[in-house]
Every structure is written in structure tokens, then in C-alpha cells.
């Protein structure tokens, strides 16, 4: 028969193993094993399961890669990136024209109405007309061809230093909203042998302007096709604009003003050529 001693010497045996299996800090008490980082493949695995799952889809992963990011600046045919329907803009006739007029009229008739307004009163009789001309007017850019807008303004030129036009006013229309956004493009680049006329400067900006755009996308475009006609060693664009999108509507903040930039060649690649440029527009 065992002594009282000899039985609290005796220990558990789950409490044994419990404390046999507990790391020991310098302090003499017990802490937790350390959690093991979460494996990179562990990790892919757990966001491509959870994106099979059409209610938690992000934009990012739904939405196709945009056309105008995959196509080329310049198509064979001399359009810049265009619209689905910029072709048979181009290639209409007059009786289509005026057809096409007459449908965006009648669209025009429906808003208003829809909006609460009698479209038979004095000052809205020839809205619809009025507006349909417009819109037509202020997309005309999905019609033009960059090569009637360049023509032969390119020339053989001995010289390699910067080009700066400055102060282009451009005036757009905002895609998500249809309404105006406007303000100032300059435009520069480092000529490689060959030179723009200048006015053909503010004619790409234009032509790119006169449609639904981004201002992002604007920059972009201005600034690729000007390397994509001339091959200089760098181009660069910088717009500042007002959006009426988000003045008018919105956050409605009236002061606010857009700044977007497009480097290319030595502009991205030396810093001291993006200095000057941007020293030379007073912007730093």
C-alpha cells in the first residue's frame, strides 16, 4: 500500500504530455507555436476559388480587356482607335446622315418627356433637332482619319532638342456621364530627324477630344500616335482639365481641376528630360 508521499509524488499523465509539448520562454511561462506563413501557392489557390464565385467577381476580373488598350494606335485605314460604328459613319450618305439625325432627334423627344417637360412649347419645339446636331458635332473626331489630319505636315528636320506647344484648349465629353469636361493639353516631344507642323499638334488633340472619352484614355492617345507618326525619342503630354461631372454633379467641388500625364522615350527614361519638360510648363 502506497504512502500518502508516494501518491501526490505521482503525476497525471495528460498532464505530462501537455507540458511536454508547451515551448518554454526565458520567464519560465509558456507561449504559442508561431503560425506559419501562409504559402504563395496557398494563397492563389484561395483567390482563384473564391473568384468562381459570380457575387464576389471585382470589375478587374470580369470585365475584357478594353480594345482600345489591344488594338493598335494607328489602324491600316488610318483611324485612331474608333468606335464600333465609326465606319459606317464615315462611309454613309446624305440620306443615311439624316436619317441617323432623325433617330437621335427622336431619342432627344423621349428623354424630355421622360424628364417631365412638354416638348410642344416655344423653347423646346427644335430641341431634339438642335441636339442631335450637336452631339454629332461634338463626336466628330470618331470620323476623322488621322492621315487627312496630319497630311504632309511631316518634315526632314536637323534637329534634336525639345518641342513644347503649350496651352491647346480641348474640349470633351466624359463617357460616364455625357456631359462636358475641358481645359488645356501641352504637348512635347524630342524630335528624331523629323518634325510636326505645330498646328497639327492641336489638330491631334482635337480629333481625339471630339468624342467620349477619359482623360486618361486622352492623354494616352494624343501621346501614342504622335510617336507612332513621327519615331521621335520621346513624347510627352500633359492635360489639366475641369469635369463638369464632377463640379456641377456629384461631390460638386468647383475648384477641383484634373492633372493626367502620358510619358514616352527618354521623357519615362531619363529623369532630367522629364525635369526640364515639366520645369519648362512650370509645373515644378
Not at 504512502?3 to 505521482?10: A, H
Not at 481641376?257 to 519638360?277: A, Y
Request: charged share 25%.
Amino acid at each position: 500500500m502506497s504512502t500518502p508521499e508516494q501518491e501526490s509524488s505521482k503525476e497525471l499523465p495528460h498532464k505530462k504530455n501537455d507540458a511536454a509539448t508547451k515551448p518554454a520562454t526565458q520567464n519560465g511561462t509558456y507561449a504559442p507555436k508561431p503560425i506559419l506563413p501562409i504559402k504563395r501557392a496557398k494563397l492563389m489557390s484561395t483567390a482563384t476559388s473564391s473568384a468562381s464565385s459570380p457575387s464576389q467577381h471585382s470589375p478587374l476580373q470580369t470585365r475584357a480587356a478594353s480594345p482600345l488598350i489591344l488594338n493598335p494606335p494607328i489602324d491600316s485605314d488610318g483611324l485612331s482607335w474608333p468606335s464600333r460604328g465609326a465606319r459606317s459613319r464615315i462611309d454613309q450618305t446624305a440620306d443615311q446622315s439624316s436619317q441617323r439625325e432623325r433617330r437621335i432627334a427622336d431619342a432627344v423627344q423621349v428623354i424630355l418627356e421622360e424628364l417631365g417637360e412638354d416638348t410642344t412649347r416655344e423653347g423646346l419645339v427644335e430641341t431634339p433637332e438642335r441636339y442631335a446636331r450637336a452631339m454629332l458635332y461634338f463626336t466628330k473626331g470618331y470620323e476623322e482619319n488621322i492621315r487627312d489630319v496630319i497630311k504632309r505636315a511631316v518634315f526632314e528636320e536637323d534637329h534634336d532638342e525639345m518641342v513644347i506647344v503649350r496651352d491647346i484648349e480641348i474640349y470633351s465629353l466624359c463617357e460616364h456621364h455625357l456631359v462636358p469636361f475641358f481645359g488645356k493639353a501641352h504637348i512635347a516631344y524630342i524630335p528624331n530627324k523629323r518634325v510636326l507642323g505645330l498646328s497639327k499638334l492641336a489638330r491631334l488633340a482635337e480629333m481625339y477630344s471630339r468624342r467620349f472619352q477619359v482623360q486618361e484614355r486622352l492623354t494616352k492617345q494624343i501621346a501614342m500616335a504622335l510617336s507612332e507618326i513621327l519615331k521621335p525619342r520621346g513624347v510627352a503630354v500633359v492635360i489639366e482639365a475641369t469635369h463638369m461631372c464632377m463640379v456641377s454633379r456629384g461631390v460638386q467641388k468647383t475648384g477641383s481641376s484634373t492633372t493626367t500625364s502620358c510619358m514616352l522615350g527618354c521623357f519615362r527614361d531619363q529623369q532630367k528630360t522629364r525635369e526640364e519638360f515639366l520645369t519648362l510648363l512650370g509645373r515644378k
